[in-house]
DNA sequence: TTTTATTATCGTATCTTAAACAAGATAATA
DNA sequence: TATTATCTTGTTTAAGATACGATAATAAAA
């Protein structure tokens, strides 16, 4: 079937990541064909003539999941004669970080849908590469955090210093100090404050605070590509 | 001549680093066809079916070069489809960093060659986006250089701290303080002293170090890919 | 109303790391 | 022997990271 392959086929993946129920969790989706059937793997597809790898990375992206501003960059390429059985397809790999409330319409596993949201720490078996692809993005968003506020692409608006806190607990997998995460953060400008509070629960309200979307952009400039 | 193209290219291409003349310097070779003809270039070429990516641009490198040990990266791959006229030639860029005395046979500019060394830091105008290529090359290599010792794969197996810190200045294109560069370079355990000193010269000689090899072999495991 | 439980908020002491900075030691040469 | 150029070394200060304990605000329970 896949016999007799002249020359390469380029495509396109993405790691999405997003924070759902306390998790850090990834999509992924079913395979209905071969080669991999049945078995789970990320999102994918090709790449348009007209198309910038950005372009066809956000474009594959918002079919599956409907979103439009995400943090979205690319990972590495992937072009092992051996990671595609039968054939020689090269992946640009990309990864992703959207907000929970804008992809809500996504299930989650159980209800046996062929697109899900699986923590990203007990992956199922992954078709191809992909268990690599999605090890080397929790890699490279851990670095990035070090440096880039990313964390706020995951995200509501307006968010508790908690919150905060609880995404970069998520994405380093460890706990860290309530007291010096807070001067840490604060000691930078990348927060404003508002002057609202949580109305919700129990317990004492938290104040809520926004990235600065200036300084967002400014920082942009940072990063070379 | 380019119409009609109904499937993406894809190529790699190598931008070679190398200390020369007390200079950093970026290997570049002259188009001899269309499009671009005439003008600079980084080298670069086809992927083989049975080539993984690291060793396609591994072997482009040698033939270039003729050098085998040497750092190689992956460093982006560029898609835009106005990158190459009238084709989409998507390319997967690498780095590399060779060792001057390695690559002795490949002349300078002056003698006319179509193969040269050229300054990192004063371009000459370069073909497709090879500019952006060997820039974001530079970034990359500043930012590799904090973490991890590859400065080594630019010097010969032994050397004294001054031309080590030396490769430092040129890649970050800044000077460094003498005191507190030997103190952060021995604090760590990267270095070997040995027991040789520079015979050379007049004036005081300086110790040889080595880099240690079982420890270069462990920092490996940090990298990722 | 009082108590209790829970979370939010604030501060200080300590260690580590980065930055700034000056003088003596060695070998060749004149 | 004096000169010269390079190699080698240490201290002080500031800033940032880490560890750790106490108080304030609120809602629920008593």
Redesign the interface.
Known sequence: MFNE?K??E?TIDVVVFTIKDNKLQVLITRRNKEPFKGRWAIPGGY?R?????DDAAARILKEKTDVDDIYLE?L??????LRYPNA?V?T?AYFALVKAEDVEHIFTREQGEDVAWHNVYSLPEMAFDHKKII??SL??TRERLEYFPISYKLLKDKFTLTELQRTYELILNKPLDKRNFRKKILSGTMLIETDEYTKSGSKRPAKLYMFDPDLIKSKKGLM??
Chains 1, 2 share one sequence.
């Open positions: 392959v020359t390469h380029l790449i003539l007209s198309e910038t790898l690319q590495y390429t992937f072009g092992d004669p020689r090269v640009c090890e080397y890699y490279r070379f590509v």
